[in-house]
T-cell receptor, first 115, second 113 residues
Framework: EAGVAQSPRYKIIEKRQSVAFWCNPI?????LYWYQQILGQGPKLLIQ????????DSQLPKDRFSAERLKGVDSTLKIQPAKLEDSAVYLC?????????????FGQGTRLTVV | KNEVEQSPQNLTAQEGEFITINCSYS?????LHWLQQHPGGGIVSLFM???GKKKHGRLIATINIQEKHSSLHITASHPRDSAVYIC???????????????FGQGTILTVHP
């Protein structure tokens, strides 16, 4: 079974530029998560989708971050404009259900460096 | 106070040693996750448990729901076990059935040959 695919693996941009990340979850997984992991910290949830609807985006900085999951499969996360503090690993995860006791599967992450 | 606390933050061991990483949490949960993250890599789920003990190879995870505490043990540690080990618990938001994982800060394990 293929895992969660993310691209690109690495991205370096200048501050105030825009960037987009892509995630393809495991086939059949209805729930998709985007996490931000700053160096030395645990991941922090940015947004959770159930199919193509947003379940939780309370920690998404909506003035600069946006995410969509068209057709309930692939998802993109965009940052516009980027700030230095956005340097982090962006992880995508998926699970069959959005239940608290459901195992989530993670992608390799996209390491973003803003200079 | 963080909702999920791990200890120790850093752990160095010699190959073959028995290793224990602890996780304490402050809210009631339905399940706890142990995850492994290698440098530059993504996160791999090791265990999801809601009671008792689970074993997979040299890895053992235990949980005490009443005490809100879980431990991850590695027997006969090996340099390839070097990674960050993260404990995560689902914190239900708004009383819905959908959960999100709240992560501990991670334990950096280094096993020397």
């Amino acid at each position: 079974e293929a895992g969660v695919a993310q691209s690109p693996r690495y991205k370096i941009i200048e501050k105030r530029q825009s960037v987009a990340f892509w995630c393809n979850p495991i086939s059949g997984h209805a729930t998709l998560y985007w996490y931000q992991q700053i160096l030395g910290q645990g991941p922090k949830l940015l947004i959770q989708f159930q199919n193509n609807g947003v379940v939780d985006d309370s920690q998404l900085p909506k003035d600069r971050f946006s995410a969509e999951r068209l057709k309930g499969v692939d998802s993109t996360l965009k940052i516009q404009p980027a700030k230095l503090e956005d340097s982090a690993v962006y992880l995508c995860a998926s699970s069959t259900l959005g239940r608290a006791d459901t195992e989530a599967f993670f992608g390799q992450g996209t390491r973003l460096t803003v200079v | 106070k963080n909702e999920v606390e791990q200890s120790p933050q850093n752990l160095t061991a010699q190959e073959g040693e028995f290793i224990t990483i602890n996780c304490s949490y402050s809210v009631g949960i339905s399940a706890l996750h142990w995850l492994q993250q290698h440098p530059g890599g993504g996160i791999v789920s090791l265990f999801m448990l809601s009671s008792g003990k689970k074993k997979h190879g040299r890895l053992i995870a235990t949980i005490n729901i009443q005490e809100k505490h879980s431990s991850l043990h590695i027997t006969a540690s090996h340099p390839r076990d070097s990674a960050v080990y993260i404990c995560a618990v689902p914190i239900n938001a708004g009383g819905t059935s959908y959960g999100k994982l709240t992560f501990g800060q991670g334990t950096i394990l280094t096993v020397h040959p």
